[in-house]
């Protein structure tokens, strides 16, 4: 730590990630088949093992998930007309995208929140909108997050910009996120390196967690 102008600052990362000063955030790697193979299943079982780690240090972990339906009552219209952007044209579509899916509304099964674990729904991107989440924070003083989740240019994005704009240190763990929009994944991370958030590897933040 260094002191600068009667404030202790964190110097290194292993500093940042202290588990007496960080918490995990995993956010919205929801039930759904999308998980089962491919490179999002690698991510999905990177996001398990840095899950397990956390936990073994005693990094308290909230796990968010989506808060649908019923219908289309939850949502305003203006994000209808950022889904009919997104090509979601019909009220069909956005029944299909917005309306509950009980199998789907949960954290993923194979992430296995335990009980002393925080799972919290949301109904917006920004995981600080609502579900009391800064609360639990100041109750935890925790004031460093580290983001893991989906998608990297949406709700880890806007939990990465809320975060900052309420001081807290953030770091993202590249290789535990994804997005759908693969230019939107890229551009992301760099825009996170670019507002100088620390960018790191999850194997650099076990690492760091199994010798603290």
């Known amino acids: 730590m260094q002191n600068i102008d009667g404030k202790n600052v964190c110097e290194s990362l292993a500093e940042v990630v202290d588990p007496c000063r960080a918490a995990l955030v995993v956010v919205d790697i929801e039930n759904s088949s999308m998980w089962d193979s491919g490179p999002d299943n690698v991510i999905l079982k990177k996001v398990k093992s840095l899950t397990d780690s ?7 972990i909230f796990f968010f998930y989506n808060q649908r339906g019923p219908g289309l009552r939850h949502i305003s219209a203006a994000y209808i007309r950022v889904l009919m952007n997104l090509g979601h044209d019909t009220v069909e579509q956005l029944h299909e995208v917005c309306g509950s899916k009980d199998d789907e509304v949960a954290v993923h099964s194979h992430l296995d929140p335990q009980p002393e ?4 729904p949301k109904r917006r ?27 990297t240019d949406w709700c880890l994005e806007a939990t ?11 770091v993202v763990a590249e290789d535990c996120t994804r997005s759908p929009r693969p230019d ?3 551009a992301a991370l760099i ?11 999850s194997q650099e933040l076990t690492e760091l967690w199994q010798h603290l």
Do not use: M
Not at 54 to 60: K, S
Not at 117 to 120: C, H, I, K, N, R
């Open 160 to 170: 990465a910009w809320a975060a900052t704009n309420k001081d807290y240190y953030v």
């Open 54 to 60: 956390a936990r073994a240090a005693g990094v308290p």
């Open 191 to 201: 825009q996170f390196r670019a507002i100088g958030l620390d960018v790191v590897n």
């Open 125 to 151: 991107g920004d995981a600080f909108q609502d579900a009391g989440f800064e609360l639990l924070l100041r109750t935890l003083q925790r004031e460093a997050l580290v983001l893991v989740g989906c998608s």
């Open 184 to 186: 939107g994944h890229e």
């Open 117 to 120: 674990d925080f799972v919290l």
